[in-house]
């Protein structure tokens, strides 16, 4: 089987069909594909992350952490903004588009002569811990995609440490409408005998308390750490940043052996794009703020680092988020909204946000795609404006595609 027969864009059109690009919560499935497979995910030191907000983020800047600290480190996330590459990576390198084309045929091949109706993110998660497996990585850092119970990544069965961030209202259709619900399918990725770390405000902190104790764990509870420095950092960092440091402690304790310098250069150096990412020189700020929680800790840092400079928001919405709740908590009523969509087809028509953004906002416009929504705002902006651009993560995506082949 090589790369020529079997191409990366063929890879990405099998993902992406109709009869794997949907949701299917259970373990059955990745279970019997991974069990072909040897159980890589056993072979492998994990850290399992899950969370409604900030869990990307605290996976990004741990698996930082342990690359500084000479560990050759796995890192598992979604969803992608650009290439389905972003989502695996060892040391911060993507996987290769040649080694993806070929582990993604492999687990492919297998199921479908086994008969296993295998979801684009349960092949996604088998891939990630083959290739891991395969690359002798020495921990995985691992991010859950949809709750946690029965996502593809609790395949795990004793993780080195789990973390859970901050927990809200998201994804209620499949989780549950209160943050009770929600916690509970959060806390399903807690193991026997696996320290757990969480905030200690955590809406869902009952039902976490609860679960470690029934599994006899260890609970630390952190609480947000101060964040110096010149460049403005989201709300969500600190929070983000206390869990790492406790998870740091823990490892070390573990016999991990993590220098104060790396732990420092590991944090400091940390990329994680869309994620409160402020662009000095356009004064641009980049935040995939999708749910009520998200737009309420975009707006409170907004209004902290940014107080003086009138606003433009470029903002989208997917049908499964609460996309009033977001409008309600992100704008103001002299900001100028941008609304767009993306090519995705549960993207929210710009017509229908409209009818609630513009119980708030006077300025509304209304475009296409992503290409005239910036020429947009090319048009209405000048330089001491703030333009922001949030909402669904695809479209950011759709938003750094455009600007690299530009």
């Known amino acids: 089987m090589t790369t020529s027969v079997f191409s990366y864009t063929k890879a990405i059109s099998l993902l992406t069909s109709t009869g794997k690009f949907h949701i299917n919560l259970g373990l059955e499935r990745i279970k019997a594909i991974l069990?072909?497979?040897?159980?890589?995910?056993?072979?492998?030191?994990?850290?399992?992350?899950?969370?409604?907000?900030?869990?990307?983020?605290?996976?990004a800047m741990l698996a930082s952490v342990l690359s500084r600290a000479g560990y050759k480190t796995g890192l598992y996330t979604s969803p992608h903004l650009v290439e389905y590459t972003e989502r695996i990576k060892i040391d911060g390198l993507e996987i290769s588009r040649n080694s993806f084309t070929k582990i993604i045929f492999r687990i492919t091949d297998f199921a479908e002569r086994?008969?296993?109706?295998?979801?684009?993110?349960e092949i996604l998660t088998a891939a990630a811990f083959i290739y891991f497996y395969e690359n002798s990585v020495d921990?995985?850092?691992?991010?859950?995609?949809?709750?946690?119970?029965?996502?593809?990544?609790?395949?795990?069965?004793?993780?080195?440490?789990?973390?859970?961030?901050?927990?809200?209202?998201?994804?209620t259709a499949r989780l549950g409408n209160s943050t009770g619900q929600i916690a509970y399918e959060k806390a399903g990725i807690i193991k026997q005998g696996t320290p757990v770390i969480t905030l200690a405000d955590n809406k869902?902190?009952?039902?976490?308390?609860?679960?470690?104790?029934?599994?006899?764990?260890?609970?630390?509870?952190?609480?947000?750490e101060k964040v110096n420095g010149p460049e403005p950092k989201g709300l969500w960092y600190g929070r983000n940043l206390a869990l790492v440091r406790h998870a740091i402690r823990i490892l070390k304790k573990q016999g991990a052996h993590i220098p104060e310098n790396a732990e420092k250069a590991?944090?400091?150096?940390?990329?994680?794009?869309?994620?409160?990412?402020?662009?000095?020189?356009?004064?641009?700020?980049?935040?995939?703020?999708?749910?009520?929680?998200g737009a309420e800790l975009l707006r409170e840092t907004l209004d902290r680092y940014f107080p003086g400079p009138e606003r433009i928001f470029i903002y989208s919405s997917l049908n499964t988020k609460d996309y009033n709740s977001v409008a309600k908590?992100?704008?103001?009523?002299?900001?100028?909204?941008?609304?767009?969509?993306?090519a995705s087809t549960a993207s929210v028509n710009p017509e229908t946000l409209k009818k609630c953004v513009?119980?708030?906002?006077?300025?509304?416009?209304?475009?296409?795609?992503?290409?005239?929504?910036?020429?947009?705002?090319?048009?209405?902006?000048?330089?001491?404006?703030?333009?922001?651009?949030?909402?669904?993560?695809?479209?950011?995506?759709?938003?750094?595609?455009?600007?690299?082949?530009?």
């Open 358 to 406: 513009e119980k708030i906002c006077k300025s509304i416009y209304l475009s296409k795609n992503v290409q005239q929504a910036v020429e947009i705002c090319r048009e209405i902006s000048t330089q001491k404006d703030l333009v922001v651009f949030t909402g669904s993560i695809y479209t950011i995506g759709e938003f750094f595609n455009l600007r690299t082949t530009n």
């Open 114 to 121: 086994a008969k296993i109706p295998a979801t684009e993110f």
């Open 139 to 171: 921990f995985a850092v691992i991010e859950t995609g949809l709750g946690g119970r029965f996502d593809a990544t609790n395949i795990i069965k004793k993780p080195e440490l789990t973390i859970i961030t901050d927990i809200a209202l998201d994804h």
């Open 35 to 59: 069990e072909h497979f040897g159980n890589p995910q056993d072979g492998i030191k994990c850290i399992h992350i899950a969370g409604t907000n900030g869990k990307g983020s605290t996976c």
């Open 329 to 342: 908590a992100l704008f103001r009523e002299n900001d100028r909204v941008i609304l767009t969509k993306s």
């Open 266 to 293: 590991g944090i400091e150096n940390t990329r994680w794009p869309a994620r409160f990412q402020y662009i000095r020189e356009e004064n641009l700020v980049i935040d995939a703020a999708h749910n009520p929680a």
């Open 204 to 224: 869902g902190l009952d039902i976490i308390r609860k679960k470690s104790l029934e599994t006899g764990n260890e609970l630390v509870l952190t609480s947000r």
